[in-house]
């Protein structure tokens, strides 16, 4: 297999002085891939180079990306400390985020979190697998209250030293400047949908503002993610003929193209792919896109929300935009 050598790969600094790389593993297989191909891959990218993995309790793996973590340093094809590896508390666990957070360590078998993210502000559950259309009667509005009480069990964690950064994720501007103050460890990331037809500048801005690092998801517009999350007018941005074009002009991939993209407009991309998790690190090594192409890639915004989350909305509440306090925008 093909080593990407760990000295030509950029490396992002974190406001606590710890590095991390400029891209990541995902993990997510969506309903498309078993927990296996997600394994494989994840064997085959520590081998290839990638140092940075971006799990969740909740995508159901981390069993098996544990057992990929194990045989890796049993082989010494990698070193603990060498790894970056993430997880996230998921919704039902908020109130016991000390037993989840120790199951993730178990099942990854990785003796701490470099990263431990709240995977969304709020209690709402939703059922493995379940369709757009469910709703949770238990499900309720973002408090402030209830997400500190979640946070500060975070701050435990990392004091007992089994997390060493705290992540937030699926927050808006709203939401963050409503708890950044309260808070005794400022997360060091926070986890967002980027990509060229949703770039999030300001949220982005905001972020890089308060010396929180932005992790972008979906960073080529997942094609392949969950039947739940596809609406008709959803745009594929790798068939934008804007971003086929650029490709052409690198001799590259689209998806490369927009992972060139996400690492230069400063965020971490955290891509999922079975075959092509290679091109996807080795294109952050080379070849930048030139400032003409980033900023015609700018002009890409279509405010194309992928991930609506409307499986999480509570009884009384309009539709999925209040999940995003767009009405306070």
Request: some cysteine; proline content about 6%; glycine content about 6%.
């Amino acid at each position: 297999m093909k080593r990407i050598d760990q000295s030509v790969i950029p490396k992002k600094r974190l406001y606590t002085g710890a590095e991390i790389p400029c891209v990541g593993m995902g993990t997510f297989g969506s309903d498309r891939v078993s927990h296996e191909d997600v394994s494989e891959a994840a064997a085959g990218a520590i081998r290839c180079g990638y140092r940075l993995f971006d799990c969740a309790a909740c995508y159901g793996n981390e069993a098996q990306i544990g057992t990929v973590f194990q045989e890796a340093f049993q082989e010494k094809a990698v070193e603990r400390k060498d790894l970056f590896i993430m997880s996230k508390v998921w919704n039902d666990m908020h109130r016991d985020v000390a037993r989840a957070c120790k199951k993730s360590i178990s099942d990854l078998a990785c003796d701490y979190l470099d990263m431990y993210f709240i995977h969304w502000p709020f209690p709402n559950y939703h059922a493995p697998g379940c369709d757009g259309d469910a709703r949770n009667p238990d499900s309720r509005p973002f408090s402030v209250d209830e997400f500190l009480d979640t946070y500060r069990q975070c701050e435990a964690l990392v004091d007992q030293g089994l997390i060493r950064h705290i992540g937030v994720s699926n927050m808006t501007i709203v939401k963050l400047d409503a708890v950044l103050p309260k808070l005794r460890i400022k997360p060091a990331a926070a986890e967002l949908e980027m990509h060229p037809a949703f770039q999030q500048r300001e949220l982005k801005e905001y972020l890089e503002a308060h010396d929180i690092v932005p992790v972008g998801y979906m960073p080529i517009g997942s094609p392949r993610r969950p039947e739940r999350d596809i609406m008709e007018e959803d745009i594929a941005d790798l068939e934008m003929p804007e971003i086929r074009e650029i490709a052409r002009a690198h001799g590259i991939s689209p998806a490369a193209t927009a992972l060139k993209w996400a690492h230069q407009n400063g965020q971490i991309p955290i891509p999922f792919s079975v075959h092509h998790y290679y091109e996807n690190l080795e294109c952050m090594t080379a070849d930048p896109l030139t400032e003409e192409e980033m900023a015609f890639i700018a002009t890409l915004e279509r405010g194309n929300r992928l991930v609506k989350g409307q499986v999480f909305l509570w009884e009384g509440a309009r539709d999925w935009h209040e999940l995003w306090d767009e009405q306070a925008l």
